[in-house]
RNA sequence: GGUCAUAUAGCUCAGAGGUAGAGCACUACGUUGACAUCGUAGGGGUCACAGGUUCGAUCCCUGUUGUGACCACCA
């Protein structure tokens, strides 16, 4: 003991504990095969260019909780790390950096821009690594995985092979959701829709053979060019003699048909829509019903190609042959009307510019078929979601998804491993040498093949995860042991991008669920509830965080404020208050060791005598039993608030302050012991200064795999409890009443020995 | 337009069919065996509004309003 007191003392301001230093090098997987209890999560893959923020320190405390608290009682656990690269983001991120040291990524081929991609992930990809070790995370990193490694791509090429073999890739030709800025396309989860204030311009087509005009209303004037048709309700008064009439479109030798189409709105604009198939949704499927031809006049950087564009506009940015063609119209008293609207654009959530749809060649998984044994795992409760209310969320989604266009016009990412004959011939094979030889078997030489340059959607890989890390297409030990994982723990705002899409890829190559549990997390967002961005200036930094007010504080406050179904508003006053909160749990130890209490012996081998640490132990196990409870229902915010309760109102207020008077032996030993069980307990949560202090005080080295068995096998005594907490009341009056009523006295008499002399000395 | 949430003390949030709870902030007192990053005591609430079910509703139901998120669409 006396050599705790000087570690204590020698190492740290006595008064507050520092927790910067103090972290355990164990591994952290924790296969101990002494029976097959398994608990595995998996930690959502952080981008490679990630740095940890505030919705990564929640998630990753969360998952660390869960882990330490299984590990703790002797589960076999696996919490699978990795990194996901991340495609554009990273593509993006590398790009800038190459520019900024003077080199000009176009110019670099494929492979040179690989390589370079490479170098950089090696030197700056391990970073949230330290990061996440620094708020404690127990992970088994040296199990940790990346999505582009050899052994995950295989995963991948596999996968895309089965999908297409078994006709759930295609390739085709559709409209897809396009991106100027990185010329490539995108999925429809990609786009973030922004309400803006816009103009509607009413443009006027001359009928063929006629003095007589068609007045469009159309926010994109520019496309035109491409349109094929002019289409009106087939019901509307005005312009039904118009129907299979043409008219020309403005500066051009084309004639376009007056169709009639159930979808036009009478009301909107005016009436008569504008039918572009190649540049719009809705127009496309107009297009298809009415067989309509499909012109594109942008190329993929957004430029007027020519061909269907006149001569003035050829080969100018979409935004500057609008306006210029605008300008003409007018001249030319074509443009008869501008209406101030307020509409939504699409744009690319990493790019910032306009998403256009563009015609174009791309790879679909067909989801809809895939998406059924998602759906119906969920429905009959096989995976739960917790809080339930985003398994409404899910089905929404899934019951009503659309083709998903997985392949990308970029270079960073999983080349689709799909090689083209001269003539068009499509062989999708696992390895150019399978390739060549199916390609001989169709007459085609080797030499004749070309592969496919697009690379995959990052987050079809993402959507192997759960077993891909797990070695498939192997059959591995690790998947055995830990498949299907127990609780994966995400934000909301990924339901759709990644659980989605791990359950639909789960149930095809697994043919069972990838996880049991989803426990969706709340979005942390700043003190006055907005969400938190860099261009708002209002993201805390969790590294600042926990070195101002430790980990522990960090990771208490945010299992603190998760309350399900609704959002986190943090403030820095929270950590605060949690940093006091462990000041507290370190003084108490201070404190008992300063009264010499011993600190190692076994709780259920001290022989109770005193009602006093009867009741300190039934307090115990209860709080053990809820704290059980709560963990198992994802109450991380419950459970947080069981242990500051129990240290603070039940330990120290009451205890620690009893000890004062009651300082016996057994009394002694229960303090101690009790002490040293709270800090297993609290472990999971709080580990920095529980194990510190479970190391110094000699209870353990650490409490990283101490169970709660102990703890449950005390009695609970009922009767001890009561009186004891009649105790506090008297003693609650007695100090609100500044003075001994008879009735108060007479209570008082009433008590036990022991209990009484603590009323006593209250007096 | 559709869906899902949410409304409780000045603030952040718990809560249960039957005397409204915590932390912070506020007031008073306290450095009498750890802790002022603390302790003790205290003030403070028509539990958004309107109906309904019930012996009893802040809690359950319906509607209204406010707030938030997501999905879809926009000529």
């Given at each position: ?10 190492t ?17 997987f924790?296969p ?5 209890k ?11 260019t ?11 405390t ?12 002797r ?13 554009i ?10 520019i ?28 949230i ?11 088994p ?23 297409y ?30 309400e803006e ?7 006027k ?7 007589e005009?068609?007045?469009?209303a159309t926010?994109r ?6 349109d094929?048709?002019?289409?009106v ?13 043409v ?7 084309r ?11 009478m ?11 190649a540049h719009d ?15 594109s006049?942008l ?12 001569k ?22 074509l ?15 990493r790019?910032?510019t ?32 917790y809080?339930e ?11 009503n ?10 270079i ?8 083209y ?15 060549i ?27 192997l995860w759960p077993f891909a ?18 609780t994966?723990?995400t934000?909301?705002?990924i339901?759709?991008?990644?659980v ?30 907005q ?5 708002k ?5 969790p ?14 406050t ?6 399900p ?9 929270h ?5 006091n ?14 009264k010499?209490?011993?600190?190692e ?20 196990k209860?709080?053990q ?19 500051q ?16 008077i009651i ?13 040293a ?10 580990p920095?200064?529980?194990d ?14 101490s ?8 009695e609970?005594y ?27 006295k007479?209570?008082i ?15």
């Amino acid at each position: 003991m006396a050599q705790a007191t000087s570690m204590l003392e020698k190492t740290y301001d006595p008064k507050q504990f520092e927790s910067e230093i103090y972290q355990k090098n164990i591994s952290n997987f924790y296969p101990n095969n002494e029976n097959n209890k398994c608990f595995s999560i998996l930690m959502p893959p952080p981008n490679v260019t990630g740095s940890l923020h505030l919705g990564h320190a929640l998630t990753y405390t969360i998952q660390d909780i869960l882990i330490r608290y299984y590990r703790q009682n002797r589960f076999n656990t696996l919490w699978q790390p990795g990194i996901d690269h991340a495609g554009i983001a990273t593509q993006m991120v590398v790009e800038k950096d190459l520019i900024a040291n003077g080199i000009n990524p176009k110019e670099l081929s494929r492979e040179e821009f690989i390589e370079k991609t490479w170098e950089w992930k090696n030197q700056s990809g391990d970073k949230i690594f330290e990061q996440q070790k620094a708020l404690g995370c127990s992970a088994p990193w040296e199990l940790s995985r990346f999505t582009m490694d050899e052994n995950f791509s295989k995963s991948v090429i596999e996968a895309f092979v089965v999908l297409y073999k078994n006709g759930l890739i295609y390739k085709a030709k559709r409209l897809v959701n396009w991106d100027n800025k990185f010329q490539t396309a995108i999925s429809d989860l990609e786009i973030q829709n922004k309400e803006e204030n816009g103009i509607l311009w009413h443009i006027k087509y001359q009928l063929e053979n006629s003095n007589e005009f068609i007045t469009i209303a159309t926010t994109r004037p520019e496309t035109m060019f491409g349109d094929t048709a002019i289409a009106v309700h087939p019901d509307d008064e005005r312009y039904k003699y118009l129907v299979g009439k043409v008219a020309r479109i403005p500066y051009t030798d084309r004639l376009i048909p007056i169709i009639a189409d159930g979808y036009i709105d009478m009301e909107k604009g005016t009436g008569c829509l504008k039918v572009t198939p190649a540049h719009d949704i809705n127009d496309f499927a107009i297009g298809k019903r009415h067989n309509l031809e499909m012109i594109s006049i942008l190329d993929k950087y957004g430029n007027m190609v020519p061909g269907y564009t006149p001569k003035f506009l050829e080969g100018l940015y979409l935004k500057k042959a609008r306006k210029l063609l605008l300008e003409k119209l007018k001249e030319d008293q074509l443009l008869v009307k501008e209406e101030e609207i307020t509409h939504t654009l699409p744009y690319g959530d990493r790019s910032g510019t306009v998403i256009e749809p563009m015609l174009t060649d791309q790879w679909f998984v067909d989801a809809k078929r895939l998406a059924d044994a998602a759906i119906k795992a969920v429905e009959e409760g096989k995976v739960r979601f917790y809080p339930e209310k985003w398994k409404n969320t899910y089905f929404e989604w899934m019951k009503n998804i659309e083709p998903w266009c997985i392949s990308r016009q970029i270079i960073w990412g999983h080349q689709i491993p799909a090689w083209y004959g001269p003539n068009g011939e499509i062989f999708v094979e696992k390895s150019e040498q399978e390739a060549i030889e199916a390609a001989k078997k169709a007459d085609i030489a080797g030499d004749q093949l070309t592969r496919e340059t697009d690379v995959l959607d990052t987050w079809f890989s993402s959507g192997l995860w759960p077993f891909a890390t797990l070695g498939w297409p192997e059959q591995t030990k690790m998947s055995q042991m830990f498949y299907p994982t127990t609780t994966l723990v995400t934000g909301f705002d990924i339901i759709f991008f990644w659980v989605a899409r791990m359950m639909m890829m789960s149930m095809y190559f697994m043919n069972e669920i990838p996880f049991k549990d989803i426990y969706v997390h709340a979005l942390v967002r700043d003190e006055k509830g907005q969400k938190m961005s860099k261009s708002k200036g209002n993201v805390m930094d969790p590294l600042s965080l926990m070195e101002e007010f430790g980990a522990d504080a960090l990771r208490f406050t945010l299992a603190f404020l998760s309350v399900p179904g609704r959002d986190i508003k943090f403030g820095k006053e929270h950590v605060k208050i949690s940093r006091n909160f462990i000041t507290k749990i370190w003084n108490a130890a201070r404190f008992l060791q300063s009264k010499g209490v011993p600190f190692e012996n076994n709780i259920s081998s001290i022989i109770l005598t005193s009602d006093l640490n009867k009741w300190i132990i039934t307090k115990l196990k209860k709080f053990q039993i809820e704290i059980d409870q709560n963990i198992k229902e994802y109450r991380f915010d419950y459970a947080t608030r069981n242990i500051q309760f129990f240290i603070r109102d039940i330990f120290c207020d009451f205890f620690v302050e009893a000890i004062k008077i009651i300082d016996n032996a057994e009394t002694k030993a229960i303090a101690g012991a009790v002490f040293a069980e709270f800090l297993r307990i609290a472990n999971p949560f709080i580990p920095f200064i529980t194990d510190y202090l479970a190391n110094v005080l000699g209870i353990a080295e650490t409490l990283i795999f101490s169970s709660s068995d102990n703890v449950l096998k005390l009695e609970l005594y009922e009767n001890a409890e009561s009186e004891v907490d009649k105790l506090i009341s008297i003693i609650h009056s007695l100090r609100s009443e500044k003075q001994i009523t008879e009735e108060l006295k007479n209570q008082i008499d009433d008590l036990s020995g022991e209990l009484k002399k603590i009323a006593e000395s209250i007096i």
